[in-house]
């Protein structure tokens, strides 16, 4: 497999009144044209290690890594014009929450279509078409109505799948999706994923999938990168997630109620310090 990502030894930290917090610490992974899931709790570093990959980290933070390499570019040092180039045309991001990564006095159509021009150089009948064939691509019925309809004129799924539709519209290798379905219903999210499944294969991308759902991660990526304390604590199969070998992931797992088990209370997870060192 042709290696898309490198990323080794990466740091994100922030100084702050009381000292320096390192968000993230010496994270190692590699990405090919696959589905990569990282998962912990909040807080451990899943967010930033994407905002970081995509060049998105407050201008108060640090990032530092032995190498964060992107298909032969060198991210670390790349000047902000070049980090501006890839974002939306060769690396993408789907936010947690459509009602705050979408510009409120902006139609749908018109975000849509502002991307795609600003990576390429298409006129306003090209733009609108491919937006519309993009918007349909994400499964959204009378694509042309969504089209001049504003954020806060559709349901959360929808507005989830517009975010889908403007990510991809440029045609980005690698898709890096911050917990997007979190803020939608269950069955909602299976839609959005299927939709997400399709495209990520259709078009040979790698997926990074930021989430805290364990179940989710399991059925829907190739692997998992479970992430504590700011670092990588096990890396694994997403198939052998069952089977996982660290006392954190173990304790994850062990927290998941079960149907028709008897449960009560929940176990909690009993954390140890070294998790940490």
């Given at each position: 497999?042709?290696?898309?990502?490198?990323?080794?030894?990466?740091?994100?930290?922030?100084a702050?009144?009381?000292?320096?917090?390192?968000?993230?610490?010496?994270?190692?992974?590699?990405?090919?044209?696959?589905?990569?899931?990282?998962?912990?709790?909040?807080?451990?570093?899943?967010?930033?290690?994407?905002?970081?990959?995509?060049?998105?980290?407050?201008?108060?933070?640090?990032?530092?890594?032995?190498?964060?390499?992107?298909?032969?570019?060198?991210?670390?040092?790349?000047?902000?014009?070049?980090?501006?180039?890839?974002?939306?045309?060769?690396?993408?991001?789907?936010?947690?929450?459509?009602?705050?990564?979408?510009?409120?006095?902006?139609?749908?159509?018109?975000?849509?279509?502002?991307?795609?021009?600003?990576?390429?150089?298409?006129?306003?009948?090209?733009?609108?078409?491919?937006?519309?064939?993009?918007?349909?691509?994400?499964?959204?019925?009378?694509?042309?109505?969504v089209?001049?309809?504003?954020?806060?004129?559709?349901s959360?799924?929808?507005?989830?799948?517009?975010?889908?539709?403007?990510?991809?519209?440029?045609?980005?290798?690698?898709?890096?999706?911050?917990?997007?379905?979190?803020?939608?219903?269950?069955?909602?999210?299976?839609?959005?994923?299927?939709?997400?499944?399709?495209?990520?294969?259709?078009?040979?991308?790698?997926?990074i999938?930021?989430?805290?759902?364990?179940?989710?991660?399991?059925?829907?990526?190739?692997?998992?990168?479970?992430?504590?304390?700011?670092?990588?604590?096990e890396?694994?199969?997403a198939?052998?997630?069952?089977?996982?070998?660290?006392?954190?992931?173990?304790?994850?797992?062990?927290?998941?109620?079960?149907?028709?088990?008897?449960r009560?209370?929940?176990?909690?997870?009993?954390?140890?310090?070294?998790?940490?060192?």
């Open positions: 497999m042709t290696t898309l990502l490198t990323v080794d030894k990466l740091k994100v930290s922030y702050t009144r009381t000292g320096v917090i390192e968000a993230v610490r010496d994270v190692s992974f590699t990405l090919g044209k696959e589905r990569l899931g990282i998962v912990g709790e909040s807080g451990s570093g899943k967010s930033q290690t994407g905002r970081a990959i995509m060049g998105l980290t407050p201008k108060h933070g640090i990032v530092t890594a032995d190498r964060l390499n992107f298909n032969g570019i060198d991210l670390i040092n790349a000047s902000a014009g070049e980090r501006r180039r890839l974002r939306g045309k060769r690396i993408a991001m789907i936010l947690q929450d459509p009602k705050y990564s979408l510009d409120p006095v902006m139609s749908i159509g018109r975000q849509i279509c502002e991307t795609l021009r600003t990576h390429e150089k298409v006129g306003k009948t090209e733009a609108r078409e491919r937006a519309l064939a993009m918007l349909e691509a994400v499964q959204i019925r009378d694509a042309k109505r089209f001049d309809l504003h954020p806060h004129e559709v959360g799924g929808m507005g989830q799948r517009a975010m889908i539709a403007m990510m991809l519209i440029a045609g980005p290798e690698l898709l890096i999706a911050d917990e997007p379905t979190s803020a939608l219903d269950v069955t909602v999210q299976l839609d959005v994923l299927r939709i997400m499944d399709r495209l990520v294969s259709e078009r040979g991308m790698g997926l999938f930021v989430s805290h759902d364990l179940r989710l991660v399991s059925s829907f990526c190739d692997r998992v990168i479970v992430m504590y304390a700011g670092k990588i604590v890396e694994l199969a198939a052998d997630l069952k089977h996982a070998q660290h006392p954190y992931t173990q304790g994850l797992l062990n927290c998941m109620p079960e149907i028709g088990a008897n009560h209370p929940l176990p909690v997870l009993d954390r140890k310090p070294e998790w940490a060192a």
